[in-house]
């Protein structure tokens, strides 16, 4: 099973950008649509962002639509996150997870490995 580990989060004020990145370590993740989730405090996990195993498509929640950014370089095993424009209520942990063979769906159930995420903090 693949394993992923995320990496670039931070604390940032509103309006500024941050680039996560999810890595994986001795499997490659060119067979897999990679998403990204987040869960806020007190709240539930939530789909952010994915792209397909083919790299033909992308999907993003409504909430971020037109300032992140999901993109993957196969070649090094690691999907990003550019996130611009930020808000105090993206602030959340950020999870990556895997989905082999997968049309990178919202749906969480689907991804059968997740890292361990990384905490972002956006300050108003």
């Known amino acids: 099973q693949v394993q992923l580990v995320e990496s670039g989060g931070g604390l940032v004020q509103s309006g500024g950008s941050l680039r996560l990145s999810c890595t994986t370590s001795g499997r490659t993740i060119r067979n897999y649509a990679m998403g990204w989730f987040r869960q806020g405090p007190g709240k539930e996990r939530e789909f952010v962002a994915a792209i397909n195993w083919t790299n033909s498509s992308t999907n993003y929640a409504d909430s971020v639509k037109g300032r992140f950014t999901i993109s993957r370089e196969n070649a090094k095993n690691t999907v990003y996150l550019q996130m611009n424009s930020l808000k105090p209520e993206d602030t959340a942990v950020y999870y990556c997870?895997?989905?082999?063979w997968g049309p990178g769906t919202e749906n969480g159930g689907r991804y059968e490995a997740w890292g361990s995420g990384t905490q972002v903090i956006v300050t108003s």
């Open positions: 997870a895997a989905d082999r």
